[in-house]
């Protein structure tokens, strides 16, 4: 088509009068007829206005969703009262008043509201834990007027998570969830649910943020402007698809109303997770079983690394990284092909597989990059191994200062007082100046130094070597591994004390 409309052009360049502007009329055409084809077949990746009306999404999606209704039994309050003589004429006046005004006199029924959405036509629901915690009787109302009751299948505390069932004569309308992770800042949604008691609701935003974490191991959330109040919570959050790609869970207000700034679960965890409580009741998270702190710029420096990424393993117990061979000072990189930034987002991609699965994991290991075969355990057993933290007070003798640090070796006696195995090396910090570097990274007296650079020290002499030689090959900071009651973390102090 390009041929045809060059020799057009040329012909009305050498043409004159009107044949001539009837040629470049032609020509024109041409171009545009290409420049429409072009854009027929180049892909937008720009979302549309927003549509006129979201009833349609409403519609597709709206017979799916539920309000809950829990009931519990709460514990009497004791507290004084009014005293009137039994057989009194207003015995009977004053506890129906107290049972009014002061209904925690006794054992009461209390009832609270929430929402949820099936997830598949035999009954399964999901919500939010904190909605159906502590219930002894789960009802769910659904949009065409009908009501069943519930029974708890799982929860998950860690991102409150909780799967219901019900059963019905009839298969129930569900929704599926879909891809957060393809989720954009700016993208619609639409948020339904019970807010307030008020039974059901529509609202609708945009993401306004993605990956915010608010106080869990395992935060994933997204942020939202679509009106989120109290009763939302366990509600979908739909993309424009029709798909959840959220759980309504939590919102920032000093007035406990909506101000533009609610949470959602993002389905990226929620569906793992899910999955787990509807197979066994419970997560089944997989464990790696390390220490592990973040890579801050000056760690970085000390470690030799170009880049401030990835998980500094501190310590390294009895467990499955153990058994795969790693080692304290390792920085893991990469999980099972994932690239970790920090140590929340490692935590969060190994809870997301399975117990028993064997993963690589890429860590760097004294300037070098090693691939390690790690078979993960589970997590919930591990946790349920509490471990012992001594309190310690410290009198080392021999002080020497280093770096801003009063410094001296461990003895049995000091070793029995801090709660470590006989034999254990290191050095005990009897003292820190208050203008040092040390001081600035919290290190204080009673902490135990047992690695400098990397390197096992037992003596101030092999302390003070170690620091030296880093000055004398132009490094910033020296790398320190600290053990304060029995749990390690890596500080590079500067050089500059």
Do not use: C
């Not at 390009?2 to 050498?14: F, K, Q, Y």
């Amino acid at each position: 088509m390009l041929t045809p409309r060059r020799t057009s052009a040329a012909i009305a360049r050498t043409e004159t009068g009107p044949a001539r502007h009837r040629l470049a009329i032609a020509a024109l055409a041409s171009v545009m007829m290409v420049m429409t084809m072009l854009i027929a077949i180049t892909p937008v990746r720009a979302q549309s206005a927003p549509p006129a009306t979201f009833a349609d999404l409403v519609d597709q999606v709206g017979d799916a969703v539920v309000n809950i209704t829990t009931s519990s039994i709460v514990a009497s309050r004791q507290g004084p009262g009014p005293v009137v003589p039994e057989g009194s004429p207003l015995e009977d006046f004053f506890n129906d008043f107290l049972d009014r005004q002061s209904p925690d006199r006794g054992p009461r029924r209390s009832q609270a509201l929430g929402s949820g959405f099936v997830i598949s036509e035999d009954g399964y629901i999901v919500t939010n834990n904190h909605v159906i915690e502590g219930a002894d009787e789960i009802t769910i109302e659904f949009r065409a007027g009908f009501t069943l009751e519930a029974e708890l299948v799982g929860t998950d505390p860690n991102t409150d998570i909780a799967v219901l069932k019900v059963m019905a004569d009839a298969p129930l309308p569900f929704v599926d969830f879909g891809d957060s992770t393809a989720m954009r800042v700016g993208d619609w949604v639409m948020a339904m649910g019970n807010p307030l008691g008020q039974g059901f609701s529509v609202s609708v935003g945009i993401v306004s943020a993605a990956g915010r974490a608010l106080s869990g191991s395992y935060d994933d959330y997204i942020q939202t402007d679509a009106a989120i109040n109290r009763g939302n919570s366990g509600g979908p959050l739909f993309n424009m698809a029709g798909e959840v790609i959220g759980v309504n869970t939590a919102i920032l207000s000093p007035t406990g109303g909506s101000i533009g700034i609610g949470f959602a679960m993002s389905s990226a965890v929620v569906t793992n997770v899910v999955d787990q409580l509807r197979e066994f009741g419970e997560t089944r998270r997989g464990w790696l079983g390390v220490r592990i702190q973040d890579v801050t710029p000056e760690l970085a420096d000390g470690l030799g690394l170009a880049e401030a990424r990835g998980a500094l393993v501190t310590d390294v117990p009895e467990g499955p990284a153990r058994d795969g061979g790693m080692e304290v000072g390792d920085v893991i990189l990469t999980f099972d092909g994932e690239q970790i930034g920090d140590t929340r987002e490692l935590v969060r991609i190994v809870g997301e597989r399975a117990e028993g699965q064997t993963v690589p994991v890429e860590v760097v290991r004294e300037g070098a990059a090693e691939i390690l075969a790690v078979t993960l355990g589970r997590r919930e057993t591990a946790e349920g191994v509490a471990a012992a933290t001594p309190d310690a007070q410290v009198a080392p003798p021999a002080p020497t200062q280093v770096l801003g640090m009063t410094l001296a070796p461990l003895t049995d006696e000091l070793r029995s007082q801090l709660g470590l195995a006989p034999g254990a090396a290191g050095l005990v910090i009897e003292a820190v100046d208050p203008a040092s570097d040390a001081a600035t990274k919290g290190l204080a007296t009673g902490d135990v130094i047992t690695e400098v650079a990397q390197q096992p020290v037992s003596d101030v002499a092999g302390f003070q070597a170690s620091v030296q030689s880093a000055t004398e090959n132009g490094q910033k900071s020296v790398l320190l591994l600290i053990r304060r009651a029995g749990n390690p973390r890596f500080v590079a102090l500067s050089l500059a004390d």
